[in-house]
């Protein structure tokens, strides 16, 4: 398997030389960030990002994230034009060499959290989720509480053209089902897994996070049946999955194992991170050791091995340590640790220890 690490481009105050030192590193997961979504990543910007990648000595093989327009995930007329959009930076993507396309397909919000800043007895800091302080929340107040303790950093996903009418959008969401806007799902891949097929990119859906409905917004991409329901809507290995593990983790009936040998060649991108689940619904983020969280990381890594699983992983979240300060989970420190636990897992597993 190949471990990658997530950047955020020139913006990232996390530079590719520092990345580069982490041990075992194979390359970066990144991004066009000034395309605004639905519409086409150009070639040439494309092209110039993954030039400095590569001058750096990384590689650049998986994009995070193409995200899909709200009008596609609505079933719009206009979502055709978006879906072309989408197709023809698929092809862009592919003339770079980029083999997986991580996306999401939840409405309005990306991830869901509801303290950015939630102190750990170790002084660190980390992202915390409670369902009963959003369940009479306006989410708008959300959003405000979120940008104000975001330390002034852009949050990966909430891109302001979802939230700056946020009412109106709940509105356009309003009549949502989950079985409809699994229609608007299809349709997607329906459309554009051929073009997958032809440029020998990867598509790999990330999972609700957390893995329940937020705000009464319909979610479908939570536990095992979804993952089948979607696998099996569109038969092609390039209709994959994203396996994080720390989003399908926060829900204790997800049996993460299952899932890895069930779904192995659909399975090409790997998010390894650990959650700490406090009671239903409930949970914070936590280091990527088995013990510090509610998630057997180990688990994990052995079923990747017994599926000889040859994709990507990178560490999700990390902390905030050593007086840190960046984009919320998205630290140099604690996700740099959580790379050297992974390649301590890999080699342990590798050489042949007893892994009973
Ligand atoms: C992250 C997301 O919350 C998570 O687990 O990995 O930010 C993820 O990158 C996107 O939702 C994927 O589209
Ligand atoms: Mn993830």
């Known amino acids: 398997m190949k471990i990658v690490f997530r950047w955020f481009g020139s913006d990232d105050r996390i530079t590719l030389d520092q990345i580069k030192q982490i041990p075992g590193i194979y390359g970066v997961v990144s991004a066009i960030y000034d395309v605004p979504v639905g519409e086409v990543w150009p070639f040439d910007k494309i092209k110039r990002l993954k030039k400095q990648i590569e001058n750096s000595g990384l590689k650049f093989e998986v994009v995070e994230s193409v995200n899909v327009h709200e009008d596609i995930k609505l079933g719009l007329p206009s979502r055709d034009r978006y879906i072309q959009n989408y197709k023809t930076t698929i092809e ?6 980029i083999k997986v396309v991580c996306y999401n397909f939840m409405p309005v919000f990306d ?23 959003i369940k009479n929340l306006d989410p708008a107040r959300l959003v405000e509480e979120m940008e104000k303790h975001s330390g002034g950093f852009s949050l990966p996903g909430w891109e302001p053209y979802r939230l700056k009418d946020l009412k109106k959008l709940f509105d356009l969401y309003k009549d949502m089902t989950e079985e409809r806007l699994f229609k608007n799902l299809k349709y997607f891949l329906e459309q554009i897994i051929p073009t997958c097929e032809k440029c020998d990119v990867n598509m790999a859906i990330h999972p609700d996070d957390p893995p329940w409905s937020v705000f009464g917004l319909p979610r479908i991409v939570k536990n095992y049946d979804d993952l089948k329901r979607i696998t099996d809507a569109v038969k ?28 192995k060649e659909r399975i090409h991108f790997v998010h390894a991170r650990n959650v700490k689940i406090l009671s239903e619904k409930k949970f914070h983020e936590t280091a990527h050791l088995s013990s510090s969280g509610s998630i057997d990381l180990f688990k994990i890594m052995k079923s990747l091995h017994e599926i000889n699983f040859d994709g990507y992983i990178r560490p999700d979240h990390g902390r905030m340590i050593w007086n840190e300060t960046g984009r919320p989970g998205y630290g140099l420190y604690d996700r740099a640790l959580g790379i050297a636990y992974i390649n301590g897992l890999n080699e342990a597993i590798e050489k042949g220890c007893d892994t009973n």
């Open 236 to 263: 092609s290995k390039y209709n994959g999955i994203t396996l994080c593990t720390g989003s399908l983790g926060t829900n204790p009936k997800n049996d993460l194992v299952r899932m890895i040998k069930d779904f």
């Open 111 to 133: 991830w869901t959290r509801t303290d950015l800043n939630f102190k750990l007895e170790d002084g660190s800091n980390v992202l915390f989720y409670d369902d009963d302080k």
């Open 92 to 97: 862009n993507l592919s003339k770079i060499g």
